[in-house]
């Protein structure tokens, strides 16, 4: 340790000679083997930990370091050093072997799900970590409907934290199951305990190793000189193992030959090659060279979830990993999503994130997804429809950059100079921008509804144009921030209290606003309260400017069901033409629409963000466009302000809507003897307790044995061991009890719970830990509905 802090302290924590080389090699490498993906968890598994051990792996850092002491290469943002956390997605390529890993590290915190849904846009491939002690959690649930909706084609499931007393393999690989993430999560190694005596461990004796049971390789692990963390390779052959009657060999032989046959089921070739075999013992004999290519293709087919793991903290399973990641995971070339004609010269790139440096300015982060972008292409936006002019093509490693020529097909860079691109827009070569089949690359994203809201302060009359442009740039980079004028007074809305906490600090320091916010404010909202269509019409029949207007609209209303989703971008709401289809509010701005039904659509906005019984924005409502038409001369105007009127009429016929709250979801851990008190405390803020666990045996965040069906397991090896010991050491009586810490889950308020970190210290005299997830809106009953009116003044 010692050691290593004076080599920190002299040096710094420098990136090798190598790693810009390893940079450059993006270039030149065979797109075939560029892994473009993403590590995805709930918060604190350790994905940070995992990059960082994966770029000591690729000698890309001399020495690795660490969330605790927040000298990470992914989390460099000074919030994110401060906090531990990561706040933004960070990408950094990666050499290892034959590949190029285009590695984003992404945060967990629900509050910053924009970024994950970003980066879920460009990756081929996806990394999903547990916390061994855990299993699957609510923000794991979330970033697997995020990689379902965008259709990240491949994915590996990493256990980490196997040296946490409390973990679970067995259990963790049964929450995948209870969780219905994937129905044959399929393990490929497996920790070690001790290697003189059982891949599972009996006692407290750590983890030492892993085992790879495909290519028959033991990795261990060099406990005595931890600073180096170094490995070795220490068995090789199964006849190496055979000889020596290795006490491993029975557990590793179960692994194997179920995993075989569990690949042959769905391999049938691959089951020829076995029976072929003619040794005494194909299941240890099959060599991995016949496995491997079977094992890619089942997991393109998405029939089986690789499982790996270890703990990244030290190191363990991460090369292991990495050799699988470019082994399984999908390449830029078996996903070509392209719709690109095969021309030459063309272009298409996805601005996946854009982001803002003082020193800099704008960064857009691409992935080019047809032909080779070189500098001199000129680029139109097929979402803005302005040409962009490049001015600089950078390789991204974390913070740093590095200038090139030109970046390929498949690859992930940053173009300085674009001035009008925002997350998500699809960007062609100029030269090809009328073909009719260039279109959006991937489906459109945009922001889920806020859940909270807080004024934005000037500091003087004279700084509020500043503070304004800052809010504009500052939801360029992230677009869940958003901001309104309301009453005379700034508001800028996010999606969790610590979303604002950062908004708060980034608007000073990164965009130089002279400004604070004010008292935070939950975001209630109106859903219109019946399920069956409420249909009505209107002939507007009135003068604009003088001249004679009129316009007929026919609308129709209803709740969405429990099933439909509304659109993120009309807050939660789906506007539906006459026939069915949906018009997104995206295609507004680009002139995508007629300008009479661009005028109607537009009129819609006034009655949805302010509802005429609470002054509240309406979500989870559907409205139809049911028929329209203007008279010859009329402004389009008259339509606007029929469809404005006709559809504020429904809402106010329809008896007042329901309000809707935004909860959040909590794991409260504390000492036994406080537990009481914070139960007490969460009951009395409309909380609603749903589990409490001794840490680490959760059945709402494992799922337990019992709860697997419906997803049988249809020949997995799920290994039997591998729980540690008690979390209550043994020989330490009372006092270890005290101290034993227990897990309360509840469902809470958001409002009741802004100022939980101060209730929580008090009740708990500072021995608890917190952490939430927003689960978004639900309804609320009438004396809550009258507490919430009054509380806006609108009662
Ligand atoms: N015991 C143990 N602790 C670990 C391991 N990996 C990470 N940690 C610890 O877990 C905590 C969270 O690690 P991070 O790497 O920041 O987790 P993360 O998933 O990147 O966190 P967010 O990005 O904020 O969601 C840190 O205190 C790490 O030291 C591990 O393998 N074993």
Redesign the pocket.
């Known amino acids: 340790m010692i050691a290593r802090l004076v080599r920190n302290h002299i040096f710094g924590r420098q990136r090798c000679p190598k790693s810009v080389q390893h940079v450059l090699r993006t270039l030149h490498t065979d797109a075939a083997n560029i892994r473009n993906i993403a590590l995805m968890?709930?918060?604190?598994?350790?994905?940070?930990?995992?990059?960082e051990s994966i770029l000591h792996a690729s000698e890309y850092v001399s020495n690795p370091g660490?969330?605790?002491s927040g000298s990470t290469t992914t989390?460099f943002l000074p919030a994110e050093r401060e906090r531990?956390?990561?706040i933004q997605s960070a990408s950094i390529p990666v050499h290892w072997k034959k590949w190029i890993f285009n590695l984003i590290?992404?945060?967990?915190?629900a509050d910053f799900g924009m970024e994950v849904e970003s980066a879920s846009r460009v990756v081929d491939g996806a990394v999903v970590?547990l916390d061994g002690v855990e299993g699957v959690e609510a923000q794991t649930r979330g970033v697997w409907s995020q990689l379902n909706r965008h259709q990240v084609p491949t994915r590996l499931l990493f256990i980490?934290?196997?040296?946490?007393a409390g973990s679970s393999l067995r259990n963790s690989i049964l929450s995948v199951l209870s969780n219905h993430l994937h129905p044959r999560p399929t393990l490929l190694c497996l920790p070690v305990a001790s290697f003189d005596t059982t891949l599972y461990q009996t006692g407290d004796s750590g983890l030492e190793g892993i085992v790879d049971i495909v290519r028959w390789r033991a990795f261990k692990w060099n406990t005595t000189d931890a600073e180096l963390m170094q490995e070795e390779v220490i068995t090789g052959t199964p006849e190496e193992l055979l000889s020596q009657n290795h006490p491993l060999l029975p557990e590793i032989k179960q692994a194997r030959t179920d995993l075989i046959d569990l690949l042959s089921v769905h391999s049938p070739e691959l089951m020829d090659e076995f029976l072929s075999l003619d040794t005494s013992d194909p299941y240890l004999t099959l060599p991995s060279t016949s496995i491997v290519p079977h094992l890619r293709q089942l997991t393109l087919r998405k029939e089986i979830l690789p499982v790996f793991c270890?703990?990244?903290?030290?190191h363990?399973g991460t090369k292991n990993l990495m050799d699988y990641i470019g082994e399984l995971l999908a390449s830029p070339v078996d996903v070509n999503t392209a719709k690109a004609p095969a021309k030459r010269g063309f272009v298409n790139v996805l601005a996946w994130k854009v982001g803002w440096d003082k020193q800099k300015g704008w960064m857009t982060f691409v992935r080019v997804y047809g032909g080779t972008l070189t500098k001199s292409t000129m680029l139109y936006n097929t979402s803005t429809r302005q040409k962009e002019r490049i001015s600089k093509l950078m390789l991204c490693y974390a913070a740093e950059h590095k200038e090139v020529e030109e970046l390929p097909f498949g690859s992930v860079g940053v173009i300085f100079g674009l001035r009008y691109t925002r997350t998500g827009d699809t960007l062609v070569s100029a030269s090809s921008s009328s073909d009719p089949s260039v279109s959006s690359t991937t489906n459109s994203i945009s922001a889920p509804p806020a859940t909270i809201s807080a004024s934005v302060v000037s500091q003087s009359q004279s700084d509020i144009q500043g503070v304004q442009n800052a809010l504009n740039s500052l939801s360029r980079t992230d677009p869940s921030v958003r901001w309104t004028e309301e009453d005379g007074q700034t508001l800028v809305h996010g999606l969790g209290a610590l979303h604002l906490e950062i908004v708060d600090g980034r608007l000073r320091e990164e965009f130089g606003a002279q400004c604070t916010l004010g008292k935070r404010r939950v975001s209630y909202k109106e859903t219109f309260s019946k399920a069956e269509e409420v249909a009505e019409s209107m002939t507007w029949d009135k003068d604009v400017l003088g001249k004679p207007a009129r316009a007929f609209v026919e609308l129709s209303v209803r709740r969405l069901a429990e099933d439909e989703n509304g659109l993120d971008e009309w807050d939660g709401n789906l506007v539906l033409d006459a026939a069915g289809k949906p018009l997104p509010a995206s295609a507004i701005d680009t002139g995508k629409f007629p300008l009479d039904l661009l005028a109607l659509v537009q009129g819609l906005r006034g009655p949805l963000s302010a509802s005429p019984h609470s002054a509240l924005p309406i979500t989870g409502t559907c409205i139809t466009i049911k028929n329209y038409s203007s008279a010859p001369g009329s402004p389009p105007a008259a339509l606007a302000s029929a469809s404005s009127a006709i559809l504020r009429d429904i809402l106010k016929n329809s008896g007042g809507g329901e309000l809707l709250e935004p909860y959040i979801k909590v794991k409260v851990s504390v000492p036994e003897t406080y537990m009481g008190k914070v139960v007490k405390d969460l009951s009395e803020n409309n909380g609603e307790i749903q589990e409490m666990a001794t840490d680490g045996t959760s059945l709402s965040s494992m799922g337990g044995a019992d709860e697997v069906a419906p997803f049988s397991q249809d020949g997995l090896y799920i290994p039997p061991g591998w729980m540690s010991p008690s979390a209550v050491p043994t020989g330490q009586g009372e006092q270890a009890l005290f101290n034993q810490k227990r897990s309360v889950y509840a469902l809470a308020p958001l409002s009741k719970m802004l100022d939980y970190q101060t209730r929580l210290r008090a009740v708990s005299g500072g021995q608890a830990t917190f952490e939430m997830s927003n689960i978004g809106f639900r309804q609320v009953d009438p004396m809550r509905r009258m507490e919430i009116l009054q509380e806006l003044g609108r009662a």
Request: hydrophobic letters at 30%.
């Open positions: 968890a709930h918060i604190d598994s350790g994905k940070t930990t995992l990059t660490s969330v605790d989390d531990g956390i990561t590290d992404t945060p967990g915190h970590l980490n934290k196997l040296d946490r270890g703990a990244a903290l030290r363990i």
